[in-house]
C-alpha cells in the first residue's frame, strides 16, 4: 500500500497500532484486522487490494 500510494502521490497519515494503545483503541473502533483506512469522507476501508495482515 505505501509503495502504490507513493507512486500515485496519495498523501496520507500512517498511525501503527503495535506503537500505541491509544491507536489500537481507535483502531479496533473499526475492525480488528490491518489495515484499516479510513478516506476524508469517512468511509472506512479494511484491507488493501484483498490483502489483510
Known amino acids: 500500500m505505501r509503495d502504490a500510494w507513493r507512486r500515485q502521490k496519495i498523501q496520507y497519515e500512517e498511525r501503527r497500532v503495535d506503537q500505541s ?3 489500537l483503541d481507535e483502531a479496533l473502533d473499526y475492525g480488528d484486522t490491518v489495515p ?3 478516506y476524508p ?8 487490494e484483498g490483502h489483510t495482515g
Open 21 to 23: 494503545q491509544e491507536t
Open 36 to 38: 484499516i483506512i479510513v
Open 41 to 48: 469522507d469517512g468511509t472506512v476501508e479494511i484491507g488493501f
